[in-house]
């Protein structure tokens, strides 16, 4: 037993310290950096009997302040600096007796106001706030909101945590064990699990490998959302999903920072970092043990890493490629992909902005790293739900097409 446990360890210890580092043009210093924890409250007004509450998975509340007796100002900072503006917030609102209220954002003054509100109710579903109901005076945003005794949700983006990520893939999976294999390739800084889909019918080996990936930068939950769509279309029960599975493998990783995304950050993990700039010295343990994870599986299992989409969300729906197509497995797939995308989905025209990776980002390991193909797969911040599903499951579709007619020989 001890020659197995010591046997073991020593291929832990082969496996990391042979990984292997990227080079990028412009390397970012992604060691971990300090950052602020939000004080977990309910904040009182009790003069005019409103109250606030951060005190759930997927908060940012700094701060809840009266500024007269209809409005109050909802204090927003970053986990830590320099950070991208994405300002992120979301909590809890509610009130003694049914009123009208005045909310206005405060940011440090180098961030300004990004997301549209979504509001939910005990009763209701998520949805965007009425812009009429949303004011700017002075780079100061206002929004005014009908709230009551019973709890009403203000979050920059729908909640997606964690919890909520692990049930959704478990419903996803269920009844699919046979070729849907859940595995974890380790824990987060917090201790919070890294889960991976690990999927292809019949034998592993040789199968070439696609790899999807998510959740990096915690709001941006409209790229999940398509993530959504892409794994469920790739697991739909039906003559392509079978040819497909049964000729390539597929690791999908629903949620790569679920730190950053349970403490409610705006961009980094609890290391400080923005793990999508953490892809060639891999300092972050999240990025360490997806890579160790990819290496390994490809390694042992004799299966090419041919292509990698990274699902994110930004101001407005855009694929970002590498311009370094000739040398990869797939020289022609984009092309082809992105045809076939506006043929299919009505009224579409592909967003593309090609541009090899200088940072190190996961789009630019693919490619300098695996001789593979990498897409930042972005969705826009306010892109309509039922848009997203469409293009998320005819992406999906038209990506098996187009490698089941790939020779990889």
């Not at 197995?4 to 992604?30: H, M, N, Q, R, Y």
């Not at 990498?374 to 990506?399: F, N, W």
Request: include cysteine; glycine fraction near 6%.
């Amino acid at each position: 037993m001890k020659k197995i446990i010591l046997g073991s360890l020593l291929l832990v210890i082969i496996g990391c310290s042979s990984l292997k580092k990227v080079a990028f043009k412009s390397p970012v210093d992604t060691t971990t950096k300090k950052i602020h924890l939000q004080k977990k409250a309910i904040y009182s007004i009790d003069d005019i009997g409103v109250y606030a509450s951060n005190k759930f998975d997927g908060a940012r509340l700094n701060g809840f302040e009266k500024v007269n007796d209809s409005t109050v100002q909802a204090i927003i900072k970053p986990e830590n600096t320099p950070i991208n503006n994405s300002a992120y917030y979301s909590f809890k609102i509610w009130s003694k007796k049914q009123r009208t209220l005045y909310i206005q954002f405060q940011y440090p003054k180098e961030f300004n106001h990004r997301y549209t509100p979504k509001i939910k109710t005990i009763s209701s579903n998520w949805k965007a706030l009425d812009s009429t109901n949303i004011y700017k005076r002075d780079d100061i945003t206002f929004i005014k909101l009908a709230i009551n005794k019973d709890t009403t949700w203000v979050s920059a983006q729908e909640l997606v945590t964690s919890k909520d990520t692990e049930n959704w893939y478990k419903s996803l999976i269920k009844g699919k064990e046979s070729y849907v294999y859940l595995k974890n390739v380790g824990i987060s800084k917090l201790g919070r699990n890294l889960p991976v889909l690990d999927i292809y019918k019949g034998s592993k080996k040789q199968k070439p490998i696609i790899v999807l990936l998510t959740r990096q930068h915690p709001p941006e939950v409209t790229g999940f959302f398509a993530f959504q769509e892409f794994l469920k279309t790739i697991l739909k029960e039906n003559k392509l999903t079978t040819a497909f599975l049964n000729k390539y493998r597929v690791l999908a990783f629903p949620i790569l920072n679920p730190d950053g995304v349970d403490l409610g950050h705006w961009r980094h993990n609890a290391g400080g970092v923005d793990t999508n700039r953490d892809w060639s010295e891999y300092n972050q343990p999240e990025i360490k043990q997806v890579v160790q994870f990819i290496t390994k599986a490809s390694k042992k299992d004799r299966g090419k890493i041919i292509l990698g989409i990274d699902f994110h969300s930004t101001y407005h729906d855009v694929f970002y490629t590498n311009k370094t197509r000739k040398e990869t497995t797939l020289p022609t797939f984009i092309d082809e992909w992105f045809a076939t995308l506006e043929t299919n989905i009505p009224n579409y025209k592909v967003n593309e902005v090609a541009s090899n990776s200088t940072k190190p980002v996961s789009k630019g390991w693919f490619l300098y790293g695996q001789k593979a193909v990498g897409i930042t797969y972005e969705i826009g911040d306010a892109t309509p739900r039922d848009k997203i599903k469409l293009v998320g499951s005819i992406t999906a579709e038209e990506m098996m097409k187009i490698v089941l007619k790939t020779n990889l020989n």
